[in-house]
């Protein structure tokens, strides 16, 4: 089972989410479209979180109102910077056919370099191969932007792409779902994404081993592969969480001990991107 927290705040529920191996923590909007009080940017918090924690998933929500170079560029930083472990919710903020452009654009832009296009050869004085760097020449019905991108390649290949299951489209790793949407999330949608249910929990009164059985029942009858939880107040639903809800589910056997090994998304069990642009001759 994946599981992953979402987070209102800056606080100490990342620190806790990874001391008990959840997934990763999402900060920005949801499938809702709700937002956290904090009012800052997700990605800004995102780069706080990476200073407080170290094997845990960040995924940030970055909006398609930001310009595509700048999104890209964004997050290829934050996925150098956080050694591979950034994720994306890719929210859209008006047209369906702008948005679905968007996203393509940012997708070859993180593309526009090769894995081994960096060769810092200092006795040829040769800083990348040049053939493995491209520019996208992307002209387009709302965005021209020819590229390449000013950042390489980041560690995952590209950052792990989570889309909401009313917009997403073939390149998506995880598809969102609310909770009581799970007929929305036949395989037929995205069939190599991860399907994830969002669930808001109350557990002030406790119950964490009645929310242990309700994602359990869930998953076993192959509705979802894991859940994104919301807490109705993170001060107190998270420490409840990982005391009472999560055990519960390990002792099941459906919620991990410790991290494997590897980036992201490897440890999501997710096949590392191919390149579109690999072996394509020149800029």
């Known amino acids: 089972m994946i599981l992953g ?9 990342a ?3 990874e001391q008990a191996a959840v997934d990763f923590v999402l900060l920005g909007e949801t ?21 407080t924690t170290n094997r845990i998933g960040l995924v940030a929500c970055v909006s398609d109102d930001w310009a595509p170079f700048n999104v890209a560029r964004a997050v290829a930083s934050f996925d150098v910077l956080s050694a591979g472990r950034c994720g994306w919710l890719a929210s859209s903020a008006g047209d369906a056919a702008r948005s679905a452009e968007h996203l393509d ?26 053939t493995k760097v491209h520019r996208i020449r992307h002209s387009g019905t709302f965005y021209t932007v020819d590229g390449p991108l000013n950042a390489p390649r980041s560690p995952q290949g590209r950052p792990v792409l989570i889309q909401p299951v009313a917009s997403a489209g073939a390149e998506a790793d995880i598809v969102l779902s609310d909770f009581d949407d799970l007929d929305r999330m036949s395989r037929d949608l995205v069939p190599t994404a991860i399907r994830l249910a969002e669930v808001p929990f109350d557990l002030g009164a406790g119950h964490g081993a009645a929310l242990a059985d309700r994602l359990s029942a869930a ?19 998270i420490p409840l969480l990982v005391d009472q809800g999560l055990p ?33 001759v020149g800029p």
């Open 31 to 51: 499938a809702g479209g709700a937002r956290g009080p904090v009012g800052a940017d997700p990605l800004s918090v995102a780069a706080f979180l990476m200073a």
């Open 105 to 130: 654009v940012v997708l070859q832009l993180l593309d526009s370099w090769e894995d081994d296009a960096l060769v810092f050869d200092k006795a040829t004085s040769v800083f990348a191969d040049r």
């Open 248 to 280: 519960a589910l390990r002792a099941r056997g459906l919620m991990q001990t410790a991290y494997g090994g590897g980036d992201f998304r490897t440890r999501l069990g997710l096949v590392r991107p191919a390149n579109r642009f690999a072996g394509v």
């Open 15 to 17: 620190v806790l989410a």
């Open 5 to 13: 927290l979402r987070l209102d705040g800056l606080g100490d529920g």
């Open 219 to 237: 998953y076993l009858a192959g509705g979802c592969e894991g859940f994104l939880l919301t807490p109705a107040n993170a001060a107190t639903d």
